[in-house]
């Protein structure tokens, strides 16, 4: 009964591909195959950084140019309605005052 369970532990070590070692194989990742990780990491570190760069100069530059202002603003014919005059004056609280 001995030598038919080791020859049928030995038959299945054989179907089975081998002998099973103790270290388990290395799992490789797709993202990991062939590549330099730290070349990648450096390259993504310089587009971020000329990104940024390239950013903060176009908002130095949008925002250093003048834009027209209006004196007055049109008169529209449904703005400040008044029917009753307001707790602090005739004027709004933000308002500029006239008077």
Same mark, same amino acid.
């Given at each position: 009964? $001995?030598? $038919? &369970? %080791?020859?049928? @532990?030995? %038959?299945?070590? $054989? %179907?089975?591909? @081998? &002998?099973?070692? &103790?270290?388990?194989? =290395?799992? @490789? ?6 590549? #330099? #990780?730290?070349?990648?990491?450096? =390259? ?19 925002? &250093?140019?003048?834009?027209?202002? *209006? ?19 005739? *004027?709004? %609280?933000?308002? =500029?005052?006239?008077?």
């Amino acid at each position: 009964m $001995a030598m $038919a &369970s %080791l020859r049928s @532990g030995f %038959l299945r070590t $054989a %179907l089975r591909g @081998g &002998s099973r070692s &103790s270290v388990p194989p =290395k799992r @490789g990742f797709a993202s990991s195959s062939h590549h #330099d #990780d730290a070349h990648e990491t450096a =390259k993504w570190e310089k587009i971020t950084y000329l990104g940024i760069a390239t950013c903060t100069v176009l908002a130095i530059y949008n925002l &250093s140019k003048g834009h027209h202002h *209006d004196e007055e603003p049109p008169p529209y014919p449904y703005l400040h309605i008044r029917n009753k005059e307001f707790p602090w004056g005739p *004027d709004g %609280l933000f308002e =500029k005052k006239h008077h």
